[in-house]
């Protein structure tokens, strides 16, 4: 092999970003996306602190605030409509450097960035790797071989290449209790806010307007499924478990098309005692999945790319994937130790807990309240500041 070579499994935030480092540094890039096309699913996600530096680092900073969504009021109701609380979300917001884009926005933007050095597969997957101290050899689902210096997979938090080299989930993967569901809704759908909440024991509706990008909504409610549930079965499993709910939550469910493409998962954490296993690594969620319990799914897949890339630039020998690790880790434990706390928060069980959380709620000062807000988003951002990164400005020139 002449130039170093690399192959990244999954052109998602973390498999796009690292693509652009690793070519920048010279290693000749090829990704296989499983998707027929880049995906096109995802809402919104907020990119900020260390992943904002590496936005930034990259010159994409204008590209993502063009991109950027902004947020108004929030509403925050019962199930029989009365208000729980309602605030001015993206003037507190406003205060912490952050951006929120959606998902499909930030991969564009990352796609757009890259240059020759980088060959996408699209439809590809690995379908079996194997390994020596020199390098992988992989064989891919299109009948494509290639040995390659490195394999990264960041294949999301179902990662296939942590299966393949670290062995099933079981035991890597920590369910959070809860799952998730988001769809498009109606453009037209009337909302009193920015965002309308409907929250209740155990389960919790969103609605968010994305600007003109539409309406979309977020279900959350506990659950400890964890196998992923069938495109054609979500539709069904939104109806039960949201039964009885206020009539604009059972309404959108009722009213969605059979043929709607509904994003459902269980929200769970990723634990791997190492990133690593000789020449195949894991970035982003694949590695240390935070599930929507943080905010900072994208933001620690963009630091990991960087650093990750940063180091194999700095040194191409496999000791570059263990320094990776290292800078990552302190950061990524943190922010999942702070995400199991505030997932088990998130949700009340009892009609009880959810009446007396309302309750301190209304009764605190709204600028205490608020405060609380903005101290713990605050928090979170500043954990993830954490990541030690090298000297950026280096590296993109
Ligand atoms: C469809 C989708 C929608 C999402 N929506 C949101 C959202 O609305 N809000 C939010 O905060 N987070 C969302 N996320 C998660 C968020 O994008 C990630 O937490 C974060 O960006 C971490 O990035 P990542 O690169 O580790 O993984 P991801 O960005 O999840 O990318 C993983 C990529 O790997 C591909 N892939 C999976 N398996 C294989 C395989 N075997 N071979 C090749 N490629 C494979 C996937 O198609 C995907 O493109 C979504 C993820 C996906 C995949």
Not at 55 to 69: D, F, H, N, T, Y
Not at 89 to 111: F, N, P, S, W
Not at 342 to 352: F, G
Request: hydrophobic share 45%.
């Amino acid at each position: 092999m002449s130039s170093k070579s690399i192959l990244i499994s999954g052109a998602g935030i973390g498999g796009l970003c690292a693509a652009w480092w690793l070519s920048r540094s010279g290693y000749a890039v090829t990704i296989v996306e499983q998707a027929a096309t880049l995906r096109e699913d995802g809402y919104m996600l907020s990119v900020s602190g260390a992943g904002l530096r590496v936005i930034e680092e990259m010159g994409l900073l204008p590209q993502l605030r063009q991109a950027g969504l902004s947020m108004g009021r929030h509403l925050y109701l019962d199930a029989r409509g009365r208000t729980i609380m309602q605030f001015n979300h993206g003037k507190l917001m406003a205060q912490l450097a952050h951006e929120t884009v959606l998902r499909t926005d930030l991969a564009d933007i990352l796609y757009q960035s890259l240059n020759d050095a980088v060959s996408l597969q699209l439809g590809a997957r690995i379908s079996s790797l194997q390994q020596d101290e020199q390098g992988v050899d992989v064989q891919l689902n299109n009948g494509h071989a290639q040995r390659f210096d490195y394999v990264i997979g960041a294949d999301g938090f179902r990662s296939a290449t942590r299966r393949m080299v670290f062995g099933p989930d079981v035991g890597f993967c920590q369910h959070l209790g809860m799952q998730a569901a988001a769809y498009w809704i109606d453009a037209n759908t009337q909302l009193e806010d920015d965002m309308v909440a409907i929250a209740e024991p155990r389960r919790m509706s969103m609605y968010y307007r994305l600007g003109d990008k539409g309406i979309t909504a977020l279900h959350i409610w506990k659950s400890d499924q964890a196998t992923p549930v069938a495109q054609d079965s979500r539709k069904d499993q939104l109806s039960a478990q949201f039964a009885g709910s206020h009539a604009r939550v059972t309404d959108a469910i009722a009213s969605l098309p059979s043929t709607c493409s509904i994003y459902m998962d269980a929200l769970m954490q990723v634990h791997l005692p190492d990133w690593s296993r000789g020449r195949v690594v894991l970035l982003g969620d694949a590695a240390h999945c935070l599930s929507l319990a943080n905010g900072q799914g994208a933001s620690m897949a963009l630091a990991g790319a960087c650093c990750l890339a940063q180091e194999l630039a700095a040194d191409s020998s496999p000791a570059a994937l263990q320094r990776y690790q290292q800078s990552m880790r302190p950061g990524v434990h943190a922010l999942q130790i702070r995400g199991r706390k505030a997932a088990s928060l998130y949700l009340p069980d009892s009609a009880w807990s959810f009446r007396m959380r309302n309750w301190i709620m209304s009764a605190m000062p709204k600028s205490m309240l608020l405060n609380y807000f903005l101290k713990s988003a605050q928090e979170e951002i500043h954990l993830a500041e954490h990541i030690q990164l090298r000297q950026l400005s280096k590296q993109a020139a």
